[in-house]
């Protein structure tokens, strides 16, 4: 969505609870009493109420903005800059464009917000022809290792292992799918045509990042039995982390990456090293090096914005990924704390 619909949009915070009541009374308001779905909504207070039960439901009960302070403008604002980039954007650039004076809501904010999209992505497996690969990413070194003499390689403190999974497709079959799913189905022949001859004919379609904590073999096998489906075409190095898959998967293709890296990698897992390389690159430039234990969440966001790139552009809000990202703000809720302080009660920041 262009900023200045984004405007036209969402000109009030009167705007911005309008839209936010209507996505939740799509999907359904739950009373947390006695479980009746209800719509009744009280316009003067901005509450839904049961009609069994009389229980009142804030407009934010059960979605990410739950005991939140901010305005839900500054939450669609927000929305509105994330979906906006490529980029996993930082906070300290959305706080002065939100005016605010203070860092830790808006930081806390969107953690959430890329705790959800995690959340979210979860629910997807992959399948197909999936390239697998470990990767490592910068991050600070952790307080209990700073002192310590730093290790170089693999087992450096300066370094997270990310195991990074990709879904490739025939490049027809993605257009067909991203034109079905805006209603644009019988478009698809014309595309089709237009395909034929072009070099381009296996694209990425979707992907998924997880943080690891050591490469053993059982560490990924549990990962990937989860969100890769049986049937799928696994393709991966010849390395000891995923000497399980072949007992999983019954396509289970393995490549030594000794003696020629380079050939391997173009030739056979080109789409794995070119996410890596784009993710990595965008987070270190943005970010630094970042704290690893909220690593995962950058990824999220970067992972659940790839996956959906498609609808960044879309000039129709049914499909916008702005709307998309609010539709998930209703149904999922994140206990993200501010730097994962415990002692620190979300509503003292928020
Ligand atoms: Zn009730």
Known sequence: MLLHQFHSRFPTEDACIEYFKAVRMQQGVSCPECKTITHKWLGGRKVFQCPQCGCLIPLTKGTVMEHSKLSLSSWFYTMHLMTSVKQVLSAKEVQPQLGASQYPPIWLMMMKLRNIMGKRDAIYELSGEVELDEAFFPIRVPEEAQGETIRRGAGSQRQAKVLVIVESKSADEVLLSYLKSQDKGDKAGKFASMMKGKSIKKVVHYIKMFV???????????????????????ITDNSSSHVNLSEYFSKHESFTEK???????????????????????????????????????????????????????????KYDLFDRLVKISALYTSDIKWRNYEQIDDEDVI
């Not at 690891?212 to 696994?234: G, M, Q």
């Not at 630094?288 to 659940?304: M, P, S, T």
Request: include cysteine.
């Open 259 to 317: 003696g020629n890296v380079d050939e391997v990698v173009k030739s056979v897992l080109p789409w794995v090293h070119i996410v890596i390389g784009r993710c990595r690159d965008g987070i270190a430039a943005i970010h630094g090096d970042v704290d690893a234990q909220f690593l995962q969440l950058y990824l999220n966001e970067y992972c659940w914005k790839f996956n959906r790139r498609f609808f960044r552009d879309s000039s129709d809000p």
């Open 212 to 234: 690891l904590d050591n490469l053993n073999a059982n560490t990924i096998d549990k990962i990937v039995r989860e969100y890769v489906a049986k049937d799928a075409v696994v």
